[in-house]
């Protein structure tokens, strides 16, 4: 079988000087299943999760839990957390991406770059649901009128039913990688 290498970036704090030291830890997956891992984002990184389900990943968002249960919660689900908290990414009981930048498009650059493409189709930027095709005869019935009219491909979120298509919701990045 045929695998692909992915590297995770765990931030450990040297607590003498500050100084930030990266970790490199690597993991392998069968390449028929090669995708980006599901993952966990922490608090403060609401605006990351929401652009990261458009581009495709699973990125379910809490920000209100205390660090066990984030933890308890990544290694349930199989969920790489990313977050901004240096000590918790550099706790050994879980896997985690740290995210240092507070610039979003750099934080996406770190994602992209640790994990790669997720090669999956975008995803409910609300509730990190699945979005499904939806037939221009349903869609007729539930968009505004002029939606109806112009557009040609439509989504539906199985979590909270929003609807979405090509080029709206998200105006800069018209980005739409179909739910087939
Ligand atoms: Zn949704």
Known sequence: MIYFVSTLLVDVTNSTD???????????????????????????????????????????????LPDDEMIRIAKEQGRLLVTRDRELAGRRDVRALFIASLVLAEQIQVVEDALGPS??????????????????????????????????????????????????HWPDLMKWKGSQ
Request: glycine share 8%; charged share 20%; aromatic share 10%.
């Open 18 to 64: 500050g100084q930030i030291t990266y970790i490199e830890r690597s993991y392998q997956m069968p390449e028929s299943v090669a995708k980006a891992p599901p993952l966990l984002i922490d608090a403060m990184l609401g605006t990351l999760a929401r652009r990261l389900r458009w581009l495709g990943y699973d990125a379910e968002y809490r920000s209100d």
């Open 119 to 168: 090669f999956g189709p975008a995803r409910c930027m609300v509730c990190n649901g699945c979005l499904l095709a939806l037939s221009i005869e349903e869609a007729t019935l539930l968009v505004p009128p002029y939606v109806a009219r112009t557009q040609t491909e439509f989504g539906r979120c199985d979590r909270c039913h929003r609807i979405y298509w090509p080029g709206t």
